[in-house]
T-cell receptor, first 112, second 116 residues
Framework: GQNIDQPTEMTATEGAIVQINCTYQ??????LFWYQQHAGEAPTFLSY????GLEEKGRFSSFLSRSKGYSYLLLKELQMKDSASYLC?????????????FGQGTTLQVKP | EAEVAQSPRYKITEKSQAVAFWCDPI?????LYWYRQILGQGPELLVQ????????DSQLPKDRFSAERLKGVDSTLKIQPAELGDSAMYLC??????????????FGQGTRLTVV
C-alpha cells in the first residue's frame, strides 16, 4: 500500500522561508510531485522530482531523497498569495498501475 | 492554453438520486484520473484510466459509483444512489504518457457536489 505524511498546518511570515516536509512509503516509487491549491480551486503543478537532489524553480525548490522516502518543498521570499494548501503526491508503480496518490496536504498561512 | 474541462461546476442533488459528472481531458493525454476531495483533505483517487482501460479503481465504491471512458477520450463518473457522505469536490485530471513515466497531472476546475 501507500502512505504519504505531511504536517497539517504551518504558519510563516511574509518575506521569510518555509520548508514543508513529506514522507512516503510506496511499493514502486516513480516520481514525486508538489501541487499548490488555493481554497475552492483546483490543484496546480509546482514541481517534480524523480532522482535524488534539489530542483529549483524561481522562489520554489523541491528536494528528494529516495533512500529515506523523504521530500521537502522550500518556499523563499514568502508572499501573502502563497497562503494555500500544498499537496505532496507520489506516482506508485506497485502492481503496474502507475497510480498518482496524494497526501492530505499542508495548509500554509502567511502572515504580514 | 489547453485545459481539462469539467461539467457541471456545481451540482445539488437529493439523496437517493442519480448524478453524473463529465470530463474532457487535454487532447492527447492518454491517462485520465477521477479524484474526490473532501474539504480540508487531499484528493483521493477513485479511478484511473489508460486510454479506455481502467488501470486502478481499488478505491471506487463500486456498489454506487461507476466510471467509463468508452472511446478513450472524455469520461463520465456516475453516482447512484447519492448519499449525504458523497458531498465533496470531484476533480478530473489528465496526463501525457511518456516512456519514462507520465508527466504531471493537469486538473480541471472540479464539480462541487452537495447532497441534501
Amino acid at each position: 500500500g501507500q502512505n504519504i505524511d505531511q504536517p497539517t498546518e504551518m504558519t510563516a511570515t511574509e518575506g521569510a522561508i518555509v520548508q514543508i516536509n513529506c514522507t512516503y512509503q510506496t511499493s514502486g516509487f516513480n516520481g514525486l510531485f508538489w501541487y499548490q491549491q488555493h481554497a475552492g480551486e483546483a490543484p496546480t503543478f509546482l514541481s517534480y522530482n524523480v532522482l535524488d537532489g534539489l530542483e529549483e524553480k524561481g522562489r520554489f525548490s523541491s528536494f528528494l531523497s529516495r533512500s529515506k522516502g523523504y521530500s521537502y518543498l522550500l518556499l523563499k521570499e514568502l508572499q501573502m498569495k502563497d497562503s494555500a494548501s500544498y499537496l505532496c503526491a507520489v506516482r506508485d508503480f506497485g502492481g503496474n498501475t502507475g497510480k498518482l496518490i496524494f497526501g492530505q496536504g499542508t495548509t500554509l498561512q502567511v502572515k504580514p | 492554453e489547453a485545459e481539462v474541462a469539467q461539467s457541471p461546476r456545481y451540482k445539488i442533488t437529493e439523496k437517493s438520486q442519480a448524478v453524473a459528472f463529465w470530463c474532457d481531458p487535454i487532447s492527447g493525454h492518454a491517462t485520465l484520473y477521477w479524484y474526490r476531495q473532501i474539504l480540508g483533505q487531499g484528493p483521493e483517487l477513485l479511478v484511473q484510466f489508460q486510454d479506455e482501460s481502467v488501470v486502478d479503481d481499488s478505491q471506487l465504491p463500486k456498489d454506487r459509483f461507476s466510471a467509463e471512458r468508452l472511446k478513450g477520450v472524455d469520461s463520465t463518473l456516475k453516482i447512484q444512489p447519492a448519499e449525504l457522505g458523497d458531498s465533496a469536490m470531484y476533480l478530473c485530471a489528465s496526463s501525457y504518457v511518456r516512456f519514462q513515466g507520465d508527466t504531471e497531472a493537469f486538473f480541471g476546475q472540479g464539480t462541487r457536489l452537495t447532497v441534501v
